[in-house]
Every structure is written in C-alpha cells, then in structure tokens.
C-alpha cells in the first residue's frame, strides 16, 4: 500500500495540466491502472496478457522479447498476439501517463475512451512512413469509405529503438454533448509528448479512430490498449481526471 501511494503522488506531481476554460486545476486522485504485480484493474478475459520482472529484444529475433518471471509490466503474452486489456474504470477528460516497450517491427495503440487511438510503432529512424497516423505517437485516422481518413502525423519523431521503454503524457479531452444528446464539441487531444517531446496540441477527432472498441461516441469509456499487432508491453499507466465537471460533458449526453 506504501509503494502504490508513493507511485501514485509521483505521477501526480509529472503530469501535465489539463487547462480548459471552465475547469478548475483540482484533480481526483491519479489512478494506477497497472501496479506491476497483476491485472487487477482490467476486465475479463485478459487473454495472454501476464505480468513479467525484465524485459529485453531476443537476441536471435528481435522482433519476439525475451523476459524473466516476476512483477513490473504486462506484456501481451509469448506470440505477441492476444485480445487487448480494457480497464475496467472508465473515463472522460483525463491526464494519462504510459510507458511502453515494443519489439521490432510491432505495433499497437493506446485507445483513449476506447475509440480515439494514438498510435505506438516501431518508428524509429523512419523519416517517412505509409501515411498519416502510422507513425508512432500519430493519432490514427478513421476509417471511413474504404480508406483512412483524418489521420495526424506527430510533428516530430521521437522514437527510440526498439526494445526500449518510452513514455507517452496525453492530455484528453472528451466530446461534449447538449442535454438532448446531441454533440456540441468533438474530442481533443489537447497535447500529446512523446518521450517528454510535444508531438501535438489541440488536434480535434471527429470520431472514433479505425479498429476502435466502440463506433459511437459517449461522454465516458474505457482505457484500452491493443494486444494482437507484435509484441507489446507496458508499465507504470497513470491516469487522472479533473474534478470540477464542464458544462455539457457529462450532464448531458448519452453514458457508456
């Protein structure tokens, strides 16, 4: 209990602020989704997902991890292929804290709400990849007509290797809705760093990204994280939500 209130107020002092007009600076208390000892947090089934100590690129295929047994990070199982994990918890306006380690050529996502993705992606020293949201730390696009559409490049690359840790800090914000139910706002990235580098501020999303949990749109969801594109982990997830309630985001409009 000691350690995960020390972590907790960590993160709490790291991340960034959320400033939106008619919020206030106050904050519930940081979430620890991931406490490095189990799963606890996420919904069942969880698939192949399991909680390792150390984690390192094989050194015969650098596109399969190795690990060791004990507690620290989730990673997606031996074949890097599995359901993804879904919090339990679910959110609206939030701060989130993550930390990932992806080995060669793997890729996955962060799904804010369950519908609004920003990419992870073996991206390092790629200048220029298949298109926009790819890359990562891009906001993928939807997938509308049979082709992407509305996918953001991130405005620099801040890749590491594969096979290291890095972190993203996303600054969220949900869409707003009327008391009818109709939308009044869409969602917002409000700001995005990748391994402490700005890659986007204040980019909208008209709607849920491609391969999202969800095709419509509410005022709260999940946290999810993708599990069956290579082999992923992650550790160290935080995540934290503004107290005061902004007019519109969760009076009105339809609940999860």
Same mark, same amino acid.
């Given at each position: ?16 602020? +959320?400033?939106?007009? %008619?919020?206030?600076?106050? #904050? ?5 989704? *991931? ?10 089934? @969880? %698939? ?9 690129? &094989?050194? @015969?295929?650098?596109?399969?991890? #190795?690990? $060791?047994? %004990? ?6 199982? &031996?074949?890097?292929? @599995? %359901? ?17 380690? *992806? ?29 926009? =949201? ?9 997938? !509308?007509?049979? /082709? ?7 405005? +620099? ?22 008391? $009818? ?9 409000? /700001? ?6 700005? !890659? ?18 509410? @005022? ?9 594109? =290579? ?7 935080? !995540? ?15 609940? $999860?």
């Amino acid at each position: 209990m000691k350690t995960s209130l020390l972590l907790c107020a960590a993160f709490c002092v790291s991340l960034p602020e +959320l400033t939106l007009p %008619g919020v206030t600076a106050e #904050k519930d208390a940081a979430v620890q989704l *991931l406490n490095g000892k189990d799963l606890a947090g996420w919904q069942k089934p @969880t %698939g192949d997902w399991t909680v390792v100590k150390n984690i390192s690129l &094989d050194a @015969t295929d650098p596109g399969k991890f #190795k690990t $060791s047994a %004990g507690e620290g990070a989730a990673v997606n199982g &031996d074949k890097g292929n @599995t %359901g993804h994990l879904i919090s339990k918890e679910e959110f609206g306006d939030v701060e989130l804290h993550i930390e990932f380690c *992806l080995a060669k050529r793997s890729n996955s996502g962060v799904y804010l709400m369950g519908r609004y993705e920003v990419q992870i992606y073996d991206s390092y020293g790629v200048e220029k990849d298949q298109y926009p =949201g790819i890359e990562c730390g891009g906001i993928y696009p939807r997938w !509308i007509a049979e /082709r992407n559409v509305e996918g953001h490049s991130p405005r +620099l690359n801040a890749s590491k290797p594969a096979g290291e840790w890095q972190t993203f800090d996303i600054v969220f914000r949900a869409p707003r809705f009327d008391a $009818s139910g109709k939308k009044t706002a869409n969602a917002r990235f409000v /700001r995005v760093r990748h391994n402490g580098k700005t !890659i986007h501020e204040n980019v909208e999303v008209k709607g849920p990204t491609r391969a999202a949990l969800f095709e419509d749109e509410k @005022t709260a969801g999940p946290l999810m994280l993708q599990g069956d594109h =290579g082999p992923i982990a992650f550790r160290n997830i935080t !995540i934290q939500s503004p107290r005061a309630r902004v007019e519109g985001a969760r009076e009105g409009g339809p609940k $999860s």
